[in-house]
């Protein structure tokens, strides 16, 4: 592959046409209209509108894509994580328009896709799974009976989807039946499909994930676990690999254990096998995600591998360049997710203009990003400004170096997760490693980052912020020609359309 059609936008679309450029290949961009001024649109070679803002008016039309990338001349499409990452439908449609698809077969994400199916898989290779049911269900009364039999308190899931949607967990038979109700209605209108599972409710559950990738030639391989515990409504906000609490052996059968759940479906390319860990470091199988993870870069830092080149030459055909024994971890890194939320009320989205914003430099930082100052966040896709990832020999070197990270992001004109990130960072119960995925619940209250600013500060402030955006919007002039015009021959021939 020469050329690649990146099918997606913001911080992971750059991600992985930096490692393109990196590799020779030449980039093609598509954009709705909402990102025409994006950093992902300019730093493409060519990039293409194909919509509306709304995603299902843009970067969910597959066939728009599609019809893209064969009048660019792109040989491949790189789906990112989002939007149709996790398509079997699309993938197949790629493949069936004589293009490569950077991820694995449709059939694999489809079993993976159904929480049931990949339950299914997954039994047939003796991993360990949460007592509950292997089928979805439908009819209240017998799913009653099934919770019965399992024991409160149990876990109502969504069959069809993720992310929180048509989760419930029940505590006594007589919640249940308003719970299955609410959890259904929840999952038809996320999803087209109230069916559901019911398992038995972990109750100081930690998340850990395991890296996995597999080529085409039968080979594949564990690159450790990722911590994904601190989560706000059941999403992700902290990531950090390794685990500070895995010993060798529970890390070594949890590798294994997601190998096999790859090899139960021939995975090809990057995937991500996730358990449940309970009080006593017995592991279950959760799912398994069919694409690149968000929070894939702690995995990067650790093992020295970039995972966007590894699913590039996979889709090549070549086999893995290393083996099981090869890989090692070294050192430790956390990644933050700089959302644009308000964890003083709910941690709901934030919109507006970033007035000012200024990335943490120095050693053992990276961030991965999609903004720069004066741009706006949109409201019409998911309020993620950036990923702030740090790496040091330790964990408690990894965690003061995040403080200081945090302490130099510079972002002014809308609310971020920021403070609590580093709230997070400063807690014993983290730094101790003595945390599960109720930590927001446990210990966090609004008022623990309502600092009351007196007047000079806020004028002070105000001020700067006036300042720093009238110098941004100035080198917009005729007497300040644009970055662009002294950029690198990649950029010289980057077309638009």
């Given at each position: 592959?020469k050329?690649i ?24 961009a598509v ?13 493409a ?34 789906p990112?994580?989002g939007?149709l990452s ?18 694995p ?10 929480k ?11 991993v ?21 039999e ?8 969504a069959s ?5 949607k048509?989760?419930?967990i029940?505590?006594k ?15 038809l ?9 019911i398992e038995?409710?972990?109750?100081s ?16 391989v564990y690159?450790?676990e990722?911590?994904?515990s ?11 690999a ?13 590798g294994e254990c ?5 090899k ?16 006593n ?9 069919t694409?690149l993870q ?12 970039d995972?966007?080149?590894e ?11 290393f ?9 430790h ?17 934030d919109?507006?203009?970033?007035q000012?914003?200024?990335r ?13 100052q004066?741009?706006?966040?949109p ?5 993620m ?41 400063q ?10 995925t ?8 609004p ?12 004028e ?38």
């Amino acid at each position: 592959m020469k050329k690649i059609l990146v099918a997606n936008r913001g911080e992971i679309a750059l991600r992985i046409m930096r490692t393109c450029r990196e590799m020779g290949i030449q980039t093609v961009a598509v954009y709705s209209e909402a990102d025409r001024q994006a950093l992902h649109v300019k730093y493409a070679d060519e990039a293409y509108c194909i919509g509306a803002p709304p995603s299902n008016q843009s970067y969910l039309l597959g066939e728009k894509i599609i019809e893209v990338a064969q009048k660019s001349g792109s040989e491949g499409i790189h789906p990112g994580y989002g939007f149709l990452s996790e398509n079997p439908k699309f993938a197949k449609m790629v493949k069936d328009a004589g293009l490569i698809f950077i991820g694995p077969e449709p059939e694999s994400m489809e079993i993976m896709g159904s929480k049931i199916a990949a339950k299914e898989a997954a039994y047939k290779y003796n991993v360990p799974l949460v007592p509950g049911l292997k089928e979805a269900i439908t009819d209240i009364e017998q799913a009653k009976q099934k919770a019965i039999e399992i024991g409160f308190p149990v876990l109502i899931k969504a069959s069809a989807g993720g992310g929180g949607k048509g989760m419930r967990i029940v505590h006594k038979i007589e919640e249940f039946e308003e719970s299955m109700q609410r959890a259904q209605s929840e999952a038809l209108n996320a999803f087209g499909d109230d069916a559901v599972f019911i398992e038995k409710y972990v109750a100081s559950p930690r998340h850990i994930e395991i890296q996995v990738l597999g080529d085409k030639h039968g080979n594949i391989v564990y690159l450790f676990e990722r911590e994904c515990s601190v989560q706000r409504r059941h999403q992700k906000v902290i990531e950090e690999a390794p685990s500070s609490i895995l010993t060798p052996e529970i890390r070594k059968a949890m590798g294994e254990c997601a190998v096999n759940v790859a090899k139960s479906v021939n995975y090809v390319g990057a995937g991500t096998v996730e358990f449940l860990l309970d009080e006593n470091l017995n592991f279950y199988f959760l799912e398994m995600n069919t694409r690149l993870q968000v929070e894939h870069p702690v995995t990067e830092m650790i093992t020295g591998i970039d995972l966007v080149k590894e699913q590039i030459n996979i889709a090549r055909g070549n086999p893995l360049s290393f083996t099981q024994n090869d890989l090692k971890i070294n050192g430790h890194s956390i990644e933050i997710r700089v959302y644009a939320e308000d964890p003083c009320n709910n941690f709901l989205p934030d919109i507006g203009t970033l007035q000012v914003y200024k990335r943490p430099q120095g050693s053992g930082i990276r961030v991965d990003d999609g903004f720069e100052q004066g741009m706006q966040i949109p409201i019409y896709y998911d309020p993620m400004i950036a990923k702030l990832i740090t790496y040091a020999p330790t964990r408690e070197e990894a965690i003061e170096k995040m403080i200081r990270a945090i302490d130099e992001y510079q972002i002014i004109g809308v609310q971020t997760t920021l403070g609590f990130c580093k709230f997070v960072m400063q807690h014993e119960a983290f730094r101790t490693g003595k945390f599960d995925t109720h930590f927001v619940q446990h210990y966090f209250k609004p008022e623990f980052l309502q600092q009351s600013l007196n007047e000079d500060e806020k004028e002070v402030l105000a001020l700067l912020s006036d300042i720093l955006t009238k110098n941004h919007n100035s080198t917009k002039t005729p007497e300040n020609p644009p970055v662009q015009n002294t950029v690198s021959k990649w950029q010289k021939n980057r077309k638009v359309y």
